[in-house]
């Protein structure tokens, strides 16, 4: 059974910084790419980022370019958004998705991806 499980989303204040965790399991992800996304109340599922397994290749949202990063831990199969200089308008639940590499062009897509975490809240008060 394939699962990702995200963790580290929580209440914080603006311009905090929060770690996000997503932890796969259940099959080889080698042959995927891994993205983030947010939904807020009343908007849209936004993309945040995209990232290889190896690391190599990272995507962002022109929303959070320059305050976010994304990494990869392959031996804890597990995948990292750092978020800095945190705003109000972040907050939101935060999505991590596997997609196969092949799909990377259409990394923006939500249907592109295979699997989805559960979501973790992110709350930044001003």
């Known amino acids: 059974q394939v699962q990702l499980i995200e963790s580290g989303g929580g209440l914080v204040h603006t311009g905090d910084s929060l770690r996000l965790s997503c932890t796969a399991s259940?099959?080889?992800?080698?042959?995927?790419?891994m993205g983030w996304f947010r939904h807020a109340p009343g908007k849209e599922r936004d993309f945040v980022a995209a990232?290889?397994?190896?690391?190599?290749?990272?995507i962002f949202a022109d929303s959070v370019k320059g305050r976010f990063t994304s990494s990869v831990d392959n031996a804890k199969n597990t995948v990292y958004l750092q978020m800095n200089s945190l705003k109000p308008e972040d907050t939101a639940v935060y999505y991590c998705?596997?997609?196969?590499?092949?799909?990377?062009?259409?990394?923006?897509?939500?249907?592109?991806?295979?699997?989805w975490g559960q979501g973790t809240q992110v709350t930044v008060s001003s």
């Open positions: 998705a596997a997609a196969p590499i092949l799909r990377f062009q259409m990394r923006k897509t939500p249907s592109s991806y295979d699997y």
């Open positions: 259940g099959r080889t992800f080698s042959t995927y790419f």
């Open positions: 990232i290889t397994w190896n690391g190599g290749v990272t």
